[in-house]
């Protein structure tokens, strides 16, 4: 069993920042690509960033340039920071991590979401 626990979500005011994480525990062998998805009122989930095992990344164009997605490989822990936020932002975050949980068995794990409400 794979959990992801993610922290660090809240309320800001527009222009503000604010800093996610995103720690993977249980039984698996290691995890490989990590990403950040969120979805608002009213809308589809989304992806916002990934990133892989080796350091790449991936981002929406709706947060280039503003968001920072980085991970910890030894302490197997995603973040991504948020700048110049603006309302748009506003949604629920999740936490999305494939662990190897055997030799060639995969699993999808999701996080249980954190509020980002950027409001003045």
């Known amino acids: 069993q794979v959990q992801l626990v993610e922290s660090g979500g809240g309320l800001v005011q527009p222009g503000g920042s604010l800093r996610l994480s995103c720690a993977a525990s249980?039984?698996?062998?290691?995890?490989?690509?990590m990403g950040w998805y969120r979805q608002a009122p009213g809308k589809e989930r989304e992806v916002v960033a990934a990133?892989?095992?080796?350091?790449?990344?991936n981002y929406a164009d709706s947060v280039k340039g503003r968001f920072t997605i980085s991970r910890d490989n030894a302490k197997n822990t995603v973040y991504l920071q948020m700048n110049s936020l603006i309302p748009e932002d506003t949604a629920v975050y999740y936490c999305?991590?494939?662990?190897?949980?055997?030799?060639?068995?995969?699993?999808?794990?999701w996080g249980q979401g954190t509020l980002v409400t950027v409001s003045s």
């Open positions: 999305n991590a494939d662990a190897r949980v055997g030799v060639i068995s995969y699993l999808e794990v």
């Open positions: 249980g039984s698996f062998l290691s995890i490989n690509a």
């Open positions: 990133i892989t095992s080796g350091g790449s990344t």
